[in-house]
Structure formats: structure tokens, C-alpha cells
């Protein structure tokens, strides 16, 4: 039986209610920041900044976001909060003809005594976006993690049943695959079909087929909009 423990302020972590409270105590975190003109989007402790501006403008909308930013800085000193500047990362998201005509780069941020360099690509809730926006890395990291799971799986397969096997084969790749797969929607084939193949592989996997064996008896289907679904 649990010991009763009272709190006077504050609730223990690990606590259902502790997220709520958070959200509520960060509230006036997006009223400060749209006093600067500049969008946010928030997820737990992980705040993101976004700014739309045209190439001509990249000076003036750099010293913007560094205005909010510092401001937001002095805000949580206010309310015992911290903002890690070390792990401040800086994004410029534009065309190859756009980053091409900038000869001398990005400008960074100062936020104090540290800065912010403008990063290729940056990691938002897993999923990595690149500076052109496209999603190469992000499914080639996604692949490589599946197949490393799958040869695990493949030195162990005598030793488990099919239906074992399956839902081994659904828990460590499926799942990775369905992981905010909506952001792929639209995606070139190109890119598509390095996830298709990793079903392919983990449908052969959980049916004990070769790769060129003319005989298939699994298939499986990817839907970007839904969940991927693996059948033998």
C-alpha cells in the first residue's frame, strides 16, 4: 500500500496533472511572442519559433527573431523558468536558388553570450527537416533503424513462432514506419519507396521468403495518410 503524501504546492512528478499545470503556467508564452509578429508552435517543453519573410528581408527578420527570442529568455528568467541557448537550433528553410544567391551565408543569432549558426537540418519531435524541406534524411534514418531491427530479428526467427514473430515485426518496424508518416504525404516515389521496400523486406521476414523467390505469399500495402499494413 502507498504512503499518503501531502503536497503544499506544486504536484509530484510523474503526476497526470503535471503536464495541464505546465500548459497553463506557459500560457502567456504565445501573447509575448505575437507582440514581435512571429508564430509559435509548442510541444511540451519544445518551443518552436516560425517567421516568413522574403530573401530581401533576411537581415531585418534575422534581428526580429532575435528580439522575441532574447525577450522570451527574459520572460522565463522571470518566471523560474530556463531557456537552454545551447540547444537553440536555427533553420532557414528556402529553395536552392534562394541559398545559392546568398554568397555569404546565413546570419546567426545572438542570444547573449552565445549564438546560434544556421543548422541543415534540425530534428522537430523525431522527425528531421532539412533546409530544402525535403525528407531524404529523415527516411533514410528511419530505414536504416528498421533493417538493423529486422536482421536482429531474422538470427532469431527459428526460435519464435509465426504469430511471435509478427507482432515482433509490427512492434519494430511497422511502428517506426507509421511514425507521423502524414508528414510524407505528397513525397516523390523517390522517397516512398525506400519505406516500401522495408515492408517488403519485413514481409519476408515474417513469411521465411527470399527476396527473388517467384513464389510470394505476403504483400504488404503503405498508406501515408493512414497506417502501413503488413499481410502474409
Not at 41 to 60: K, M, P
Not at 168 to 187: E, R
Request: charged content about 20%; proline content about 2%.
Amino acid at each position: 500500500m502507498s504512503f499518503i503524501v501531502y503536497v503544499m504546492c506544486s504536484v509530484p512528478q510523474g503526476s497526470v496533472l503535471g503536464p495541464l499545470f505546465f500548459i497553463l503556467y506557459m500560457a502567456d508564452l504565445a501573447d509575448w511572442v505575437a507582440k514581435y509578429g512571429v508564430s509559435l508552435h509548442a510541444y511540451a517543453d519544445d518551443t518552436q519559433l516560425y517567421l516568413h519573410f522574403c530573401r530581401n528581408e533576411i537581415a531585418s527578420s534575422v534581428d526580429q527573431l532575435q528580439r522575441c527570442v532574447l525577450d522570451i529568455g527574459h520572460w522565463m528568467s522571470a518566471n523560474r523558468l530556463k531557456l537552454n541557448a545551447d540547444k537553440t537550433e536555427l533553420l532557414f528553410a528556402s529553395s536552392s536558388h534562394s541559398r545559392a544567391a546568398l554568397n555569404c551565408g546565413y546570419p546567426v543569432l545572438h542570444l547573449g553570450a552565445d549564438t546560434a549558426a544556421a543548422c541543415s537540418r534540425v530534428r522537430l519531435l523525431d522527425v528531421d527537416i532539412s533546409s530544402d524541406l525535403s525528407l531524404d534524411h529523415h527516411v533514410s534514418r528511419i530505414c536504416a533503424g528498421c533493417y538493423c531491427r529486422l536482421r536482429q530479428l531474422r538470427r532469431i526467427r527459428r526460435s519464435l513462432d509465426s504469430n511471435s514473430l509478427a507482432t515482433l515485426v509490427y512492434a519494430a518496424v511497422n511502428s517506426g514506419i507509421d511514425y507521423c508518416n502524414t508528414v510524407l504525404a505528397g513525397a516523390p516515389r523517390t522517397v516512398t519507396g525506400k519505406l516500401q521496400r522495408v515492408l517488403n523486406a519485413a514481409a519476408r521476414v515474417v513469411t521465411g521468403t527470399r527476396k527473388f523467390d517467384r513464389r510470394w505469399v505476403g504483400y504488404c500495402t503503405m498508406n501515408f495518410t493512414g497506417s502501413t499494413s503488413l499481410t502474409g
